[in-house]
Nanobody
Framework: QVQLVESGGGLVQAGGSLRLSCAAS????????MGWFRQAPGKEREFVAG????????YYADSVKGRFTISREDAKNTVYLEMNSLKPEATAVYYC??????????????????WGQGTQVTVSS
């Protein structure tokens, strides 16, 4: 079992930055692929970014490439999402998720076993 707790959300103006954190507890954090998803009201949950177990491979949705950065710090059992040049359309609840095994389905929320409770990000125009 893995417990995930997100933090760092808030209200920011368009063009601003936020850094989200996801603290994990339970089973060995380093053995899990980690992902960030977001869900806006009335919309489906969508993939934002993912990072493999070693941290050497990262994946991004096209909409955030070049502006968002995912990273992990296994010594702290934490994964981060640095978000820059935020746009109003980034407003959503952001979730982190983990999976012990991950192939090419990293963008599919059904491929993840554990989820945090989410943190709200609101970008004002």
């Amino acid at each position: 079992q893995v417990q995930l707790v997100e933090s760092g959300g808030g209200l920011v103006q368009a063009g601003g930055s936020l850094r989200l954190s996801c603290a994990a507890s339970g089973r060995t954090f380093s053995g899990y692929f980690m992902g960030w998803f977001r869900q806006a009201p009335g919309k489906e949950r969508e993939f934002v970014a993912g990072i493999n177990r070693s941290g050497g491979i990262t994946y991004y949705a096209d909409s955030v490439k070049g502006r968002f950065t995912i990273s992990r710090e296994d010594a702290k059992n934490t994964v981060y999402l640095e978000m820059n040049s935020l746009k109003p359309e980034a407003t959503a609840v952001y979730y982190c998720a983990s999976a012990p095994l991950m192939g090419h389905s990293y963008a599919n929320y059904r491929a993840y076993n554990y989820w945090g409770q989410g943190t709200q990000v609101t970008v004002s125009s």
